[in-house]
């Protein structure tokens, strides 16, 4: 392989991410900078109306990141000590962490081979202390929503959706985010939709909840100014407001990039070896937008240092460990056998728009080698 040695993909290239659109970013940054601009202003203003039409919902607010906008959520649906949540174990701390910080406790659940919550697994675990179920809409694809919505129905609970990886994916032509009382999203700056540090979303439809979260991300203040409950400093700073606005300028180019590179992997992996791709682009109920393309091998530490070798950078998402694998947050051992099972196996390519057709060319050349060469 000639160009063992020289050829170096990174997972994420941050730089050439700015260097994209460096005039259009430097523009918005001096034009917030001289207006003096910086909170709660016309920027914030107009990116939320984007993203109210974008997803169809009702209300939307720019938050500080997509932790704080699941624990505003949660405050803002009564979730509070004593509660029960149910979320997926296959996810980042996060989730569980916002469950925790407003008093409620995480119950753990198993996935399915795609990855995202068992509805199953949900069922069994509810309890009398039970008041809502987390999805988590992973690598840019949403949960198979119908059995949820069913057992949140059956059982009177509330569903909030941690949408920080699915902007712009959808189930049956909804967006992730918004099939239940609360939704939220990240706009860490890897994601589909990214500022240059932490922030995010929180969505609602209902009335009530929205009238709570304009005053939860405000130290209590109404609309009026009026401080009419106890509240947080949880607001989107106008200047990432102002480079998201950018960014969503280019978000349905970099959807349309994200599944091109896809279904390159897509073709030039099937049928190779052990491994197990993501579920194709062919699903009707489905429309993923390939936040992550996070496969399955046997032979998957193999296989990593095989492509760091040769420079393809990868990733194992968390560390390699599911939340109730994080023992000194107090989880005990738990039967999620299906879990349990993808985190030796699962593996990222890396999956971003500053990838060229020749750079998925090569990683897949390298995946085929090493099947090929043991």
Request: proline share 4%; glycine share 8%; charged share 20%.
């Amino acid at each position: 392989m000639s160009d063992l040695v020289t050829r170096k993909i990174p997972f994420f290239n941050y730089a050439a991410l700015f260097k994209s659109h460096e005039v259009e970013f430097l523009e918005a940054i001096g034009d917030v900078c001289r207006r003096g601009a910086y909170i709660l202003q016309d920027d914030l203003k107009r990116f939320e109306a984007a993203m109210r039409e974008f997803l169809k919902v009702k209300y939307a607010f720019g938050v500080a990141d997509g932790t704080n906008a699941l624990i505003l959520g949660l405050r803002a649906m009564g979730i509070q000590p004593g509660d029960e949540v149910i979320v997926p174990s296959h996810t980042y701390v996060a989730s569980a962490a916002a469950i925790h910080f407003v008093g409620a406790t995480p119950v753990l659940a198993d996935c399915l081979p795609d990855h995202l919550v068992d509805p199953a697994s949900i069922k069994a675990l509810i309890t009398p202390r039970t008041r809502a179920v987390m999805p988590v809409h992973l690598n840019g694809r949403t949960c198979t929503m119908d059995p949820l919505l069913a057992l949140a129905k059956q059982f009177d609970l509330q569903i909030i959706e941690d949408a920080a990886q699915a902007l712009g994916s959808k189930y049956r032509g909804q967006s992730a985010g918004t099939f239940g009382a609360v939704g939220t999203i990240s706009f860490y700056p890897a994601k589909i939709l990214g500022c240059f540090g932490d922030g995010g979303l929180v969505m609602t439809n209902d009335d009530a909840i929205g009238q709570k979260l304009t005053m939860l991300r405000d130290h209590g203040r109404t609309s009026e100014g009026e401080v009419g409950c106890w509240g947080t400093n949880c607001r989107l700073d106008n200047l990432q407001a102002a480079i998201l606005l950018v960014n969503f300028k280019h978000l349905g180019a970099a959807i349309a990039r994200r599944r091109e590179i896809a279904k390159m992997y897509q073709t030039e992996l099937s049928g190779i070896g052990d491994l197990t791709l993501p579920p194709a682009m062919n699903d009707d109920t489905h429309f993923d937008v390939f936040q992550n393309y996070e496969m399955e091998s046997g032979r998957r530490d193999e296989l990593r240092s095989y492509l760091l070798e040769r420079g393809v950078s990868t990733l194992i998402q968390w560390g390699g460990k599911a939340v109730h694998q994080l023992t000194a947050l107090g989880f005990e051992s738990s039967n999620l056998p299906r879990t349990e099972l993808l985190f030796q196996r699962c593996l990222m390519l890396p999956m971003n728009v500053t990838l060229t057709d020749d750079d998925v060319s090569y990683i897949c050349r390298c995946v085929r080698d090493f099947y090929a060469e043991r």
